[in-house]
Nanobody
Framework: QVQLVESGGGLVQAGDSLRLSCAAS????????MGWFRQAPGSEREFVAD????????RYSASAKGRFTISIDNARNTVYLQMNNLKPEDTAVYYC????????????????WGQGTQVSVSS
């Protein structure tokens, strides 16, 4: 059974940094994709960043590009999200996601989800 466990959320001030981690067990996703989504109160869940396997590399949303960096440690089956220069609008529950196939990841069809970790940014 696949499990994704996030950690690293918290309450920070605008301009601060946080690093989220997500450890996967019960499956390997190095050839497919792992990523991060977020959901703010009253909003739909939105894509933040992902890392595609088979040499696909990282992808970022417009709001994440230039401030967030996604990386993956295939040996540890863990994906990270380094978030710098955080803004109040980054406040959300951040979810780790993994895809069973590269094709599904390419179309943002993620199959597995973590329980989420809260990130709160005060102004």
């Amino acid at each position: 059974q696949v499990q994704l466990v996030e950690s690293g959320g918290g309450l920070v001030q605008a301009g601060d940094s946080l690093r989220l981690s997500c450890a996967a067990s019960g499956g390997t996703f190095s050839s497919a994709g792992m990523g991060w989504f977020r959901q703010a109160p009253g909003s739909e869940r939105e894509f933040v960043a992902d890392f595609l396997g088979s040499g696909g590399g990282p992808r970022y949303s417009a709001s994440a590009k230039g401030r967030f960096t996604i990386s993956i440690d295939n040996a540890r089956n863990t994906v990270y999200l380094q978030m710098n220069n955080l803004k109040p609008e980054d406040t959300a529950v951040y979810y780790c996601a993994a895809s069973a196939t590269l094709g599904e990841a390419l179309s943002l069809q993620y199959n597995y989800w973590g329980q989420g970790t809260q990130v709160s940014v005060s102004s």
